[in-house]
């Protein structure tokens, strides 16, 4: 092949990774890469500011597999390294590309704009490659080449950052093409054939002993793209399946949200007391997905699946979770003789709370047990940290929805900026009806600028903004009335025409009643979804979801927060009670941080 630009080879790689959309806010030191991003058929996106485009290109990898953004030296990549980290944690496929100054005049030390003034370049990479997978900056052309593709293989291998920087003086310089006519490895490589049988062979002599199996769908299926095959696996057999604090698809033998003592309790004794066999599908465990680490689950009865190994009791194997989960289904298919060992454990997840009754005040319990039955298949959902967070998580996905929110990283301001990024890869890829973005209104002015992406981009998203007069999450967990959890007032119905005044937008609110809000629920004209749409829902400073459901999981899990300062348990962050100091003190903590919600 001829000889192509640095900045073309790079371009086209990403086009290569149906990446049609790139994020970023430019600077004198990448302009004119960013003259050569067309011809890649990729648009370049520019956001309001850097972390936006990071936060969207996490989201838009979410649904294509890879994203991109583009960031100046310095100022530029630092706003952005929270969403760099975000991406880390999550395990998401994101390329940030950065400008840098020429090569003379980093070689000669020139002080040049956006650096420390020192003299030196390299510190903004030294800081980036402890949230990233590997980096580069392109300063040979010898390896310019080799340099992007090593990042951009092992990105896709590990599904997690990597950071490319392309000198001013490098974009136009000529190398050779050749290299792209070798596919990136987008599949994993596959398992050692007879270890994987020999795998496979010892789950399904566990699984035809078992009498009461369960399936755990976690963090780690849904970011292996695994979340099919799972579903799949828990529709034949019919088994008690249960995911970890996150969406799932309505199947008829779907439990429920397991969480350790933050379960529901029929839930929690099904998973720890009574199975003999436990399906652990990408266990992701943290504090947030574990009720705090109380979860309890026998090793030894226990099958674990990982992007990189499976554990079988206490046995690791060296047999990824891709060639394990898919060689499982084929034999799950074909043995009828493994189906309906176990059942769905019944509880109503949505008593109808009092407040619905009597129609008073919009009230949290009211809200989800409403929103829970809005949602439709070709639904996308996103989430914000905060009490919607938690409001999600006892909401049941239609088949063919998709929600998630930042489980791990929890960075406010994350939701609105992932969203767009995310609603635009669905709406190109032709996989979405309709995208619904539920923040709280502290969370949103962190990065309300995102709604001037989602209107200019036509994207006509239905956004739930819940105001509830400060950081009420926060104020739950500590500091109920003080200063430090309360907001400026900002007036939300302006910020549609603020944003994009040229663009149509429609405004509801403010909804302070459970009235009204079933009332615009039941408006056609809310679902037509022709244009940008904002509700604002006035909710009590303190009010939190499914207090209706004391005894249920979401609440329970909430009350583990409840006050880091009155913990008995070292290194435990919250408030622990007499049912979960009882699990405590029967699985002392494990190694931690390793969960995430699916
Ligand atoms: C970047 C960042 N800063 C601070 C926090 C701490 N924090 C977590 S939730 C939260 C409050 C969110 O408030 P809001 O979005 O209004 O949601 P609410 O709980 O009030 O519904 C804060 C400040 C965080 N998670 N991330
Ligand atoms: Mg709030």
Known sequence: MSQVKVGDYLFQRLAQLGIKTCWGVPGDYELALLDLIGDAGIDFRGNANELIASYAADGYSRINGAGAFVTTFGPGELSAYCGHAGAYAEYCPVVHVVGYPGVKAMENRTLMHHSLGTGDFDMYHEMVKKISVDTAVLTDLNTAASDIDRCLNTMLYESRPVYIGVPVDMSHQQISGEGLKTPLRRELPPNDKSEEDKVVKEIMSMIKRAKKPVIIMDGSAVRNNLAVESNRIAEITGWTFVTTCGANEALPNYSGIYGGAG????????????????????????????????????????????????????????????????????????????????????????????????????????????????????????????????????????????????????????????????????????????????????????????????????????????????????????????????????????????????????????????????????????????????????????????????????????????????????????????????????????????????
């Not at 079988?312 to 060689?327: A, E």
């Not at 009211?366 to 006892?394: H, I, Q, R």
């Open 263 to 598: 379960s529901i309790e029929e839930v929690r004794k099904v998973v720890e007391d009574d199975s003999d066999f436990v399906l652990w599908i990408g266990s992701f465990r943290t504090d947030f997905n574990s009720g705090e680490m109380t979860d309890f689950v026998d090793e030894k009865k226990t099958v674990d699946l990982q992007r990189f190994f499976t554990k079988i009791g206490s046995k690791k194997y060296d047999v990824g979770m891709h060639g394990v989960l898919k060689s499982l289904l084929s034999k799950v298919e074909v043995d009828s003789s493994i189906r309906a060992k176990s059942s769905k454990v019944e509880w109503d997840p949505y008593p109808l709370p009092e407040a619905a009754k009597e129609k008073k005040e919009l009230k949290q319990d009211f809200l989800w047990s409403a929103l829970d039955k809005m949602f439709k298949p070709g639904d996308l959902v996103v989430g914000e940290t905060g009490t919607s967070a938690f409001g999600l998580t006892a909401v049941r996905f239609p088949k063919g929805a998709i929600g998630y929110n930042q489980t791990v990283f929890g960075s406010i301001g994350y939701a609105g900026p992932s969203f767009t990024g995310a609603l635009k890869a669905a709406t190109e890829a032709g996989t979405v009806n309709r995208g619904i973005l539920i923040t709280g209104e502290g969370s949103l002015q962190l990065t309300p600028m995102c709604f001037a992406d989602l209107l200019k981009l036509d994207l006509k998203p239905l956004i739930f903004v819940l105001n509830n007069n400060g950081y009420t999450v926060e104020r739950l967990i500590h500091g109920k009335t003080a200063s430090y959890n309360t907001l400026p007032v900002w007036d939300y119905k302006q910020l549609c025409t603020v944003f994009g005044p040229e663009f149509p937008s429609k405004y509801y609110g403010p909804i302070k009643t459970c009235d009204e809000l079933e009332k615009l629920l039941d408006n056609p004209e809310l679902h037509k979804g022709d244009c940008f749409q904002l509700v604002e829902l006035i909710l009590g400073e303190l009010d939190a979801p499914c207090k209706s459901l004391r005894d249920y999981g979401p609440q329970k899990l909430f009350e583990t927060y409840a006050d880091p300062y009155t913990s008995p348990l070292p290194g435990s962050v919250g408030k622990v009670t007499a049912k979960i100091e009882e699990f405590n003190s029967r699985n002392a903590p494990k190694e931690v941080g390793t969960s995430m919600g699916g």
